[in-house]
């Protein structure tokens, strides 16, 4: 009788054991998913999110000082880095993106139409958060500029700390900052549908988002 519990015991701990090896990949696919959301912010952001629906719509309205510009290891398409502090006075779009992105390249046209028409009022700057390591590189950063001809400065964000500062969570995401510097997070708008943007007359009521 022994014997035949002994038996019946090794087999159920082979299956244990194939059982344990076949779970292996999916737990380093989940522990790499984890440390991507970590390093992304994606997981700040969702905190946020949270934060932000259970203290309501008050705090989406409240305008905030907008985080300056600072992490990026290296500028685009400018003489020198661009600081929020000296445009002041002006309307800023920050454009999150990344070149593999395809709804971040749909978007492009629709901002060289905003510059064009408001080259007076409005910067755009773009902010290249690379969603892949080889993205990160300024140079093919550089190229992907060329390729697609964007005329703004853009800010490599390979670290993201400024998407972190912004609680961005997605590619395409556009953060409106008015005249003053200041911001709202329902200025956020992540841009799945091509968004269009329109200066209103009055600096009070400084931008209205029109989403189609």
């Known amino acids: 009788m022994a014997e035949q519990t002994t038996t019946t015991a090794?087999?159920?701990?082979?299956?244990?054991?194939?059982?344990l090896v076949q779970l292996i990949p999916a737990l380093v696919i989940v522990v790499a998913g984890l440390g991507f959301?970590?390093?992304?912010g994606l997981w700040h952001a969702a905190t946020m999110d949270k934060q932000v629906a259970q203290k309501g719509d008050a705090m989406a309205q409240e305008r905030v000082?907008?985080?300056e510009l600072e992490g990026g290891i290296a500028w685009l398409n400018t003489d020198?880095?661009?600081?929020?502090?000296?445009?002041?006075?002006?309307?800023?779009l920050l454009d999150?993106?990344?070149?593999?992105?395809?709804?971040c390249m749909h978007i492009i046209p629709d901002l060289k139409k905003l510059e064009a028409k408001y080259a007076n009022q409005l910067v755009v700057i773009g902010v290249h958060s690379a969603k892949f390591s080889n993205e990160g590189e300024s140079d093919n950063i550089r190229q992907a500029i060329l390729r697609y001809e964007?005329?703004?400065p853009v800010v490599?964000?390979?670290?993201?700390?400024?998407?972190?500062?912004?609680?961005?969570?997605?590619?395409?995401?556009?953060v409106?900052?008015?005249p003053e510097g200041m911001w709202s997070v329902a200025s956020l708008v992540r841009a799945i549908t091509t968004p269009w943007i329109r200066l209103s007359a009055s600096w009070s009521t400084t931008i209205v988002l029109v989403e189609h």
């Open 150 to 152: 964007i005329e703004h």
């Open 10 to 19: 090794a087999p159920r701990r082979s299956e244990w054991r194939r059982v």
């Open 37 to 40: 959301l970590w390093r992304s």
């Open 80 to 92: 020198q880095p661009l600081t929020l502090a000296k445009l002041k006075g002006k309307v800023v």
């Open 65 to 67: 000082r907008a985080p």
């Open 156 to 174: 490599n964000d390979r670290e993201f700390r400024i998407w972190r500062r912004y609680g961005v969570r997605a590619w395409p995401t556009q």
């Open 96 to 103: 999150f993106w990344t070149y593999c992105c395809i709804n």
């Open 176 to 178: 409106l900052i008015d």
